[in-house]
């Protein structure tokens, strides 16, 4: 079965960093674009980037360039985003997914992130 | 960057009638012959659930009363007839070109 496992919640202070996984099964992430959403709590989805793991090109939607640093490990089929210099801004669940095609057909059970004091 | 605006951003519809959703873009989403418009269901506390890719194609497994049509700047999603289990945001999305934007959503409401 083709399924993305992300890690769990997170609560941060503000200014620090978090690093966030997303464990591939059923697929190997070489063949894939790995995806990268945000959601603020009870506002709309987000995209902040694409990784190809095949060869580590990475695109970001700009606003996120300064933000996110997107990886991806083939040895354990993981795909990573990290956010730093967290405000409550980041405050939000953050899913990744799978494309096909330029389709999204895949997504994980997302990540809520909470930056407080 | 294109823009993609959805309306309305919310709409009550009475069991078994039908529900239309409008994504407009600010510029074509189409390419080589393709128009790259897909739309995506959520549920509170859950991922987005892909629905239509490329404008009109069902996913495998969706309900044939979700149906997309539209090309270039105007799209469609229609549901129909609406049944309790598609209360739901529903959001759509280009993949033409990155950035891969998504509509502001549309919350379906069932009466």
């Known amino acids: 079965e083709v399924q993305l496992q992300q890690s769990g919640a997170e609560l941060v202070r503000p200014g620090a960093l978090v690093k966030l996984s997303c464990k591939a099964s059923g697929f190997n992430i070489k063949d894939y674009y790995l995806h990268w959403v945000k959601q603020r709590p009870e506002e709309g989805l987000e995209w902040i980037g694409w990784i190809d793991p095949k060869n580590d090109n990475i695109i970001y939607e700009p606003k996120f360039q300064d933000k996110a640093s997107i990886t991806a490990d083939t040895s354990s089929n993981t795909a990573y985003l990290q956010l730093s210099s967290l405000t409550s801004e980041d405050t939000a669940v953050y899913y990744c997914?799978?494309?096909?095609?330029?389709?999204?057909?895949?997504w994980g059970q997302g990540t809520s992130v909470t930056v407080s004091s | 960057d294109i823009v993609l605006t959805q309306s309305p951003a919310s709409l009550a519809v009475s069991l078994g009638q039908r529900a239309t959703i409008s994504c407009k873009a600010s510029?074509?989403?189409?390419?080589?012959?393709?128009?790259?418009m897909n739309w995506y269901q959520q549920k509170p506390g859950q991922p987005p659930k892909l629905l239509i890719y490329a404008a009109s194609n069902l996913k495998s497994g969706i309900p044939a009363r979700f149906s997309g049509s539209g090309s270039g700047t105007d799209f469609t999603l229609n549901i129909h007839p609406v049944e309790e289990e598609d209360a739901a945001t529903y959001y759509c999305q280009k993949s033409n070109e990155d950035p891969y934007t998504f509509g502001g959503g549309t919350k379906l409401e069932i009466k």
């Open positions: 997914a799978r494309e096909v095609r330029r389709v999204m057909d895949c």
């Open positions: 510029q074509s989403v189409d390419y080589d012959g393709d128009s790259y």
